[in-house]
């Protein structure tokens, strides 16, 4: 899953630390949401990029379960905003998970796609050679899942953009005994099942919060 809602600006329109960021009000919820809909599950291990949002997340989605911080699974690292031009700023942002983005691409002029799949990739090897769990929760985040995601769809280092990781959102995957991914649920969102609330992308919402603090 990805972790549930945070906020990464504060009121007078300055970035917060992402590596500090806790959850909001609204972040709560969704993980005591998820938390409901995994209620019958059992689970054999509960892993986590180390990342306060994350591990918060974890906490309250399966309480009885001690969170394990696997780094590889951090966030895509972005640049400096400040660094970007004006007049490329938003173009940047809005559209920084949109389309087949080559691996060459660098996330808001930060780390690479590459990059991230050097990382990303090796740790869910990892995990799979590992057959002393039958179930796992990841709680990640919307790079590092679309990433795992596309991977498993396509078999190749092919980053899909375009799937939407919605705050606190679930994916379901089944991997086989042949080595076979099978993806079975994108980005539900136990708290708002057919996505009503809204129609704006996360990078969409993220950026016009961000204007509403110029």
């Known amino acids: 899953m990805r972790h549930a809602e945070v906020s990464y600006f504060s009121t007078d329109g300055s970035p917060v630390n992402p590596t500090e960021v806790p959850l909001n009000e609204d972040g709560v919820a969704q993980a005591r949401a998820v938390?409901?809909?995994?209620?019958?599950?059992?689970?054999?291990?509960?892993?986590?990029?180390?990342?306060?949002?994350?591990?918060?997340?974890?906490?309250?989605?399966?309480?009885?379960?001690?969170?394990?911080?696997?780094?590889?699974?951090?966030?895509?690292?972005?640049?400096?905003?400040?660094?970007?031009?004006?007049?490329?700023?938003?173009?940047?942002?809005?559209?920084?998970?949109?389309?087949?983005?080559?691996?060459?691409?660098?996330?808001?002029?930060?780390?690479?796609?590459?990059?991230?799949?050097?990382?990303?990739?090796?740790?869910?090897?990892?995990?799979?050679?590992?057959?002393?769990?039958?179930?796992?929760?990841?709680?990640?985040?919307?790079?590092?899942?679309?990433?795992?995601?596309?991977?498993?769809?396509?078999?190749?280092?092919?980053f899909l953009g375009h799937f939407e990781q919605a705050p606190g959102c679930v994916n379901v995957l089944d991997h086989g005994d042949g080595g076979e991914w099978i993806v079975r649920a994108v980005n539900v969102a136990p708290y708002d099942l057919l996505h009503l609330a809204h129609r704006q992308t996360t990078m969409e919402r993220y950026w016009q919060e961000w204007l509403e603090t110029q």
Do not use: K
């Open 35 to 158: 938390a409901e809909a995994f209620r019958s599950i059992e689970l054999d291990r509960v892993l986590t990029s180390g990342l306060p949002r994350t591990l918060e997340t974890a906490r309250i989605v399966a309480p009885g379960n001690d969170p394990e911080s696997w780094p590889e699974l951090r966030e895509i690292q972005g640049g400096r905003l400040s660094e970007i031009p004006a007049d490329a700023l938003e173009r940047e942002f809005v559209y920084a998970f949109r389309g087949v983005i080559p691996n060459e691409a660098r996330f808001l002029r930060g780390e690479s796609i590459g990059e991230l799949f050097d990382r990303v990739l090796p740790a869910v090897d990892r995990l799979i050679a590992d057959d002393g769990w039958h179930t796992v929760l990841a709680v990640c985040h919307g790079g590092v899942n679309r990433a795992i995601l596309s991977y498993a769809v396509t078999g190749e280092r092919m």
